[in-house]
């Protein structure tokens, strides 16, 4: 459902004001599946989909008064609100009572059901809820305050003013726990088998995650701002300047209720929170060490960060035409700009993770997970931080132009576009051994090997965020255009593009990339994945020339008209390489991980547990559907090893599609108007694939090839029903649509 209001109203000859609304609500806004599969392959969709529902508003209003023929002002005022909810169709309790298994009590009521993880060899798919999203209600709103004033002085165009906001988000994701229903892990320690093991109700490890900020959701609110001065300068007939300045503040979000925590890795580490109220929610055994330090004790206030307060953003271009005839014009500009979703990945950081623990039984039974076996004496508490002094990343972008005027009606546009990232956030794991062939034993249980960790009396979850990434990207673009002119219109784009980052931008985190040598940044160095390196455009629109109304056959009779005259043919067609993908396999066997390290590393960027084999040879063959790339070019890394498949080395695949419209007006009288259309949705039916998720999913996935021996499962390496798709939204199949459009 949706409704828009906007009324626009002359208050004099120099004032005008106008007010919008706009209310929407979807029910469902999305599709998504109960179960999601984990790292063990697709998720049972038998399992149905998720209650989702979302509403949104939003209020604006403006007034723009005219002061003479030179100054215009412009203010603007407006207020946003969008709530999502969540729910599972599963209760926990119920789903336990029902299969015969133990729920955490906590969980008996909560929605969701438990989870059971299939590790080693020939393994199912892993049976898992949407973990917090199972219970999940999120609401965010926005009030802003702009004003902007444009005074007109000789060759000088000024423009200048600035804008407020205040954010609020209030999320119940930070009272649940990723494990709250529980844990099953099943690694096959009694026969051998995961699967095997689950028969006999023999699950290797329990685990129930609680959560320690009770019922009070995270209710943040941070404050914006922004001061900007532009000049446009017009020195001379061929030649104008651009010239600008920004001053952004991007606050830090602090919490109503003051429920937040950070960490720090000085002296050995230490918790930080606001007050020693919030010290004590913390997990038991956070407060047991006693090393929980105050804002106050490191210079930061209740955001547990200090603001960034450095963001000055200058920006500088120029247009140039060459030569009397000024058929030829070059452009260029210069500007830096920091993207500021920095502050709402550390506000969802600094109010869950803190607040969690886990209680891990070993040895347990399936039908009693959560009253037999041992428990472990670990400190199954989450440390997360971010570096106090976190910084607004740095873009720098760049780009030059040449344009000329050709005979024919088309005009050529050459561009070089380039961007140098600074300062780009990254998560390290920070209580990880160097990768080592020397056995490192196991941590939760082996008091010799948790001493080797660098912060051995916190948990193996230790990471932090940081400024420590670059990259660079450039592109260059040719581009063929002729406007619309005598019936005919065509816009022709190539564009030749690379990127090179030691922090890849996976797409799905607000908070950085997960770093996968905790020791060496560089292991990460490539190209993003979706930074495509060719993309081919084609438009076009032509008035066939035939008809009544065309230059050719202008007397034919009307019958004839009808039939063949007064046709329009239109395309869209487009091609493009594929995004670079990183192959990974899962071990599955925690606390006991390849390479010694203590902590399942994620070497593709998924928060899960994933390590890069060793490439003995090119695995972009370009091969079939059946088999797209060869993964005997791949095997095991050596004992110690972490792999040496560098990030983004595998081509995925790449399309082509044509789309072709055909539009005809059969009536026109007496001001009506009705127009046949045909549209022709991937006229050629050529197939589309694209991976989604980089092919975490299981399209480069080689864990069964490497571990299993397998060399076909169905799905690594194979472009089957769950790659079908086009990344730009165009139909995956041939779709013929028919219509006729009425006008009067």
Do not use: C
């Not at 509403?55 to 203010?75: H, K, L, P, S, Y």
């Not at 165009?730 to 009425?742: N, P, Q, S």
């Amino acid at each position: 459902d949706r409704a828009d209001l906007r009324i626009d109203h002359e208050l004099t000859s120099n004032d005008s004001l106008f007010g919008r609304v706009s209310w929407q609500r979807r029910d469902p806004d999305a599709f998504t599946f109960e179960n999601t599969g984990g790292n063990g392959g697709g998720g049972l969709t038998n399992l149905g989909i998720l209650e989702r529902s979302s509403r949104a508003m939003t209020v604006a209003t403006g007034w723009t008064r005219t002061f003479t023929n030179t100054i215009v002002n412009e203010f603007r005022m407006g207020y946003s609100a969008d709530v999502r909810d969540r729910r599972s169709q599963y209760i926990a309790g119920q789903v336990g009572a029902s299969v015969g298994v133990e729920v955490p009590a906590l969980a008996q009521g909560v929605p969701g059901y438990p989870q059971f993880i299939f590790g080693g060899a020939n393994r199912p798919s892993d049976i898992r809820d949407q973990r917090q999203n199972t219970f999940r209600d999120l609401d965010q709103s926005a009030f802003s305050i702009s004003n902007t004033t444009t005074w007109v002085k000789g060759r000088h165009s000024l423009r200048f003013g600035g804008n407020y906001a205040r954010n609020f988000a209030t999320d119940g994701y930070s009272t649940g726990a990723n494990e709250s229903k529980g844990q099953y892990n099943f690694t096959g320690w009694a026969t051998g088998n995961a699967f095997a093991d689950f028969l006999l109700g023999l699950p290797n490890t329990v685990r129930e995650q609680r959560n320690t900020r009770g019922d009070l959701p995270m209710d943040t609110v941070s404050n914006d701002w922004a001061l900007f001065v532009q000049d446009d300068f017009k020195v001379s007939p061929a030649l104008t300047l651009f010239l600008g300045l920004r001053y952004e503040v991007v606050g830090v979000f602090v919490d109503r209720n003051d429920i937040f925590a950070n960490f720090v890795l000085d002296d050995g580490g230490h918790h930080v929170v606001p007050n020693a109220q919030v010290a004590a929610l913390l997990p038991p055994g956070a407060v047991a060490l006693g090393r929980t330090q105050l804002a106050s004790d490191v210079g930061v206030g209740p955001g547990l960060m200090k603001t960034d307060r450095n963001n000055f953003s200058p920006r500088v271009g120029f247009a140039y035409r060459i030569g009397p005839e000024a058929r030829t014009v070059v452009r260029g500009g210069f500007g830096i700009f920091h993207p500021t979703g920095a502050a709402q990945g550390a506000r969802d950081i600094m109010s869950r993770n803190p607040f969690r623990y886990a209680i891990t039984r070993n040895r347990a039974t399936l039908q009693n997970g959560f009253t037999t076996g041992t428990v472990s004496t670990s400190q199954g508490f989450g440390n997360q931080g971010l570096d106090i002094n976190l910084e607004s990343p740095d873009i720098y972008q760049y780009n030059l132009t040449l344009e000329r005027e050709l005979p024919g009606d088309l005009g050529l546009r050459v561009s070089y576009l380039g961007s140098t990232m600074r300062k780009l956030l990254v998560t390290r794991e920070a209580n990880s051994v160097p990768a080592s062939s020397v056995p490192l034993g196991d941590i939760y249980e082996d008091p010799e090997a948790q001493a080797r960790l660098p912060y051995p009396i916190y948990g193996t979850y230790l990471n932090m965020t940081t400024n420590a990434g670059e990259g660079q990207f450039n592109a260059l673009q040719i581009e063929v255009n002729r406007r619309w002119r005598r019936g005919f219109a065509i816009n022709a784009a190539y564009t030749l593009s690379g990127s090179n980052s030691n922090a890849p931008d996976s797409g799905n985190s607000t908070i950085g990339v997960i770093q996968y040598d905790p020791y060496d940044i560089e292991k990460d160095r490539g190209p993003d994945p979706n930074v495509v390196k060719h993309r081919v455009v084609f438009n076009s629109t032509w008035d066939i020339p035939i008809g009544r109304e065309r230059p050719v056959g202008s007397t034919m009779p009307v019958w004839a008209d009808a039939i063949v005259g007064g046709w329009t043919l239109s395309s869209i067609v487009q091609a493009r390489s594929g995004p670079n993908l990183t192959p990974f396999y899962v071990w599955g066997t925690d606390p006991l991980y390849p390479a010694n390290t203590g902590v399942g590393l994620d070497g593709v960027g998924q928060f899960g547990e994933s390590w890069r084999p060793d490439v003995t040879g090119d695995p972009n063959t370009g091969g079939t559907r059946a088999r797209f790339f060869d993964v005997s070019a791949y095997r095991l890394p050596a004992d110690g090893t972490l792999g040496n498949a560098k990030k983004g080395s595998l081509k995925g695949p790449g399309t082509w599609i044509a789309n072709f419209a055909i539009y005809k007006d059969i009536v026109r009288a007496s001001g009506v108007q009705v127009q046949f259309t045909a549209m022709l949705d991937n006229a050629f039916n050529h197939p589309q694939f694209f991976v989604p998720g980089l092919g975490t999913g299981g399209f480069v996935d080689l864990t069964d090839y490497l571990l299993n021996g397998l060399d076909d499962n169905g799905t690594t390496g194979v472009l089957g029903a769950d790659t079908v798709g086009n990344v730009e939204g165009f139909a995956a199949g041939r779709v013929i649509r028919l219509g006729l459009r009425l006008r009067f």
